[in-house]
């Protein structure tokens, strides 16, 4: 399966797509298969479609070859060389673009020299020329082929893409045949580096060469996502938040993620029969928050403050909320959704109803406003779709034969887009009942753990434990889903969220172990990866009016990045 996820980092590997409602630009061509040993497997992104048959359905094992996702604007073929930069023009003593390698930055492994001591070993000497106003800052750094090596390292956590380091020796070698050549595939290395957008924005490889200590680089941090705020569950982690952007509240759901806690306030809580049943050790909870009054309405800067919370002896696992009524459906690890009426101003909740729903942990939740429905998604296979204000379920049914993992709404045609533990994505009709299966996508070889939908777009943004981010094409009734491209070379982590920003055409992308990636959908590269969090980023939310990302990790923080507009580079 890693074999067959490789990339080929040619330009003839890349795909030109036009994120346009007129379908006659959203042509895809497919990828030629370059691994050998691999079959031909026809139609690869194979998409089933039915009728009006009801579910459940047949599982689809469908593979594809992948290729790279690139947008290009229709506006921009025009206008190629607009805005360009000369190449022999001096630029300023800024940082870079985040969408393209520096031109500022020229490195090349010059020479070698050995280095007397008890045991003699080589260093080789590393040119790095920045270009400033006014001339170039030149400077030279000695490195070790172990630093390289390290250098090497520290960027496959960052990202699995890279180009091939020279390989190790089971001795050391001094001979200078040896060294002469090892300096130049070090030289090609270093240079390779260079091509790789994200590696021109590591720390790690400005820490190699030394550059902010030889260079003033007055806008260093434009580039980087830079935290502003955060909103900290003390004591559980968090497995997803709901954000009214309009009232500024956020609801969070938690759990304990910690084995040893969770397994004592399992015995704790276990009661026999004939006990009463007590007071318990809680596992799970959900939280209001609440921008304080008198502030300017912004997030920046402001403080949050914590108006009621509840606790139970499971895990919370999903959140739903309804601003019109104030009501907050909470999802269960024990298949209940609970209902309740917040009272704000008094600081207090009100039960409401106990719908037992699922049987099996609840995965995800949303409410849909116009319909007033709550629809819920189980690791029993099942979705089910219930009428708020009439208090009865509407329909339900199972929708998949694996858990279902991860949901996306379509508010417009109703439609409940699921990822499943099966390794595809279906599209059900929500408004019939029972639920209609209407497409099957294939092509993850992960389960599909985190969705994003675009309604304007009709796009699906989908992330695996496959570490790949898929962009789906979501037909009308009578058409058919299809898959556009997809986004890799980010950490090799299992991704557990996702996020599209169609006005930057920047997809973030939440993976395991705490790093968020973000990706340039106009020319399907890795531009970015830092470390958000100390575990894994569970959710992405975007605030458009302010360039905020929220991020929500099962280390209990809920925490807001400002992206500038700088950082972003706006393709127009």
Not at 158 to 182: C, E, G, H, I, Q
Not at 373 to 390: E, F, P, Q, R, T
Not at 401 to 406: D, K, L, P, Y
Request: overall charge negative; aromatic content about 8%; proline content about 3%.
């Amino acid at each position: 399966t890693q074999e067959r996820n490789e990339m080929s980092d040619d330009n003839d590997g890349m795909v030109a797509v036009s994120l346009d409602d007129d379908d006659q630009q959203q042509q895809q061509q497919q990828q030629q298969q370059q691994q050998e040993g691999l079959n031909d497997i026809g139609n690869d992104d194979e998409v089933k479609e039915t009728s009006d048959e009801p579910l459940p359905h047949n599982n689809t094992n469908n593979t594809s070859s992948r290729s790279e996702f690139v947008v290009k604007d229709d506006d921009d073929d025009d206008d190629d060389d607009e805005g360009k930069v000369d190449d022999n023009q001096p630029t300023d003593r800024t940082l870079f673009s985040l969408r393209s390698p520096p031109k500022a930055l020229n490195v090349t492994v010059t020479t070698h020299r050995t280095v007397e001591d008890a045991k003699p070993y080589t260093v080789y000497v590393v040119l790095v020329k920045w270009a400033v106003a006014g001339g170039d800052e030149v400077w030279t750094v000695e490195r070790r082929f172990s630093e390289f090596d390290a250098l090497h390292s520290a960027l496959l956590r960052r990202m699995s893409k890279l180009p091939t380091m020279p390989a190790k020796t089971w001795w050391r070698s001094l001979d200078p045949n040896f060294v002469a050549k090892r300096c130049k595939e070090l030289d090609a290395y270093i240079k390779s580096l260079l091509e790789v957008v994200a590696v021109c924005h590591s720390p790690e490889l400005m820490a190699f060469l030394e550059v902010e200590k030889n260079v003033k680089l007055e806008h260093k941090d434009e580039y980087r996502p830079r935290e502003v705020l955060s909103i900290c569950d003390q004591a559980f982690g968090v497995n997803g938040f709901v954000y009214d952007q309009k009232d500024h509240i956020i609801i969070t759901a938690c759990e304990d993620h910690n084995t040893l806690s969770r397994l004592d306030a399992k015995l704790t809580n276990l009661r026999f029969p004939w006990e009463e049943q007590g007071a318990y050790v809680p596992v799970g909870s959900f939280s209001i928050w609440k921008l304080k009054e008198g502030g300017n309405g912004s997030v920046l800067g402001a403080d949050w403050e914590l108006i009621a919370s509840a606790c139970y002896d499971d895990a919370v696992t999903a959140v739903a909320w309804d601003p019109l009524r104030r009501y907050v459906f909470v999802g269960r690890a024990g298949g209940h959704v609970m209902v309740y009426h917040a009272e704000l101003a008094e600081k207090k909740l009100r039960k409401l109803h106990d719908l037992e729903l699922h049987a099996d942990r609840i995965s995800a939740l949303t409410y849909d406003h116009e319909r007033d429905l709550l629809i819920s998604a189980s690791h029993d296979k099942s979705i089910c779709v219930y009428h708020v204000g009439n208090n009865n379920l509407t329909s339900s049914g199972t929708v998949s034969t694996a858990w279902v993992s991860s949901m996306s709404f379509d508010t417009a045609t109703c439609r409940v887009m699921l990822g499943t533990y099966n390794r595809t994505i279906v599209v059900i009709d929500a408004s019939s009942s029972p639920p209609r299966l209407l497409h099957t996508l294939g092509g993850h070889h992960g389960s599909v753990r985190a969705l994003h939908y675009m309604p304007k777009e009709r796009y699906l943004c989908s992330g695996g434990f496959d570490n790949m981010v898929g962009i789906w094409s979501i037909g009308e009734e009578a058409r058919r889903s299809r898959s556009v491209g997809w986004l890799s070379g980010g950490p090799s982590l299992k991704i557990k969220a996702v996020y599209y920003v169609a006005s930057d055409n920047l997809v973030f992308a939440g993976h395991e172990g705490g790093q968020i990636a973000v990706y340039d959908t106009r020319e399907g590269k890795l531009l970015y990866v830092w470390n958000a969090h100390t575990r894994d980023v569970i959710q992405l939310d975007w605030l458009a009016s302010e360039r905020l990302l929220v991020s929500g990790s099962h280390d209990g923080n809920v925490r807001y990045w400002y992206v500038s507009a700088a950082a972003a580079a706006q393709a127009k």
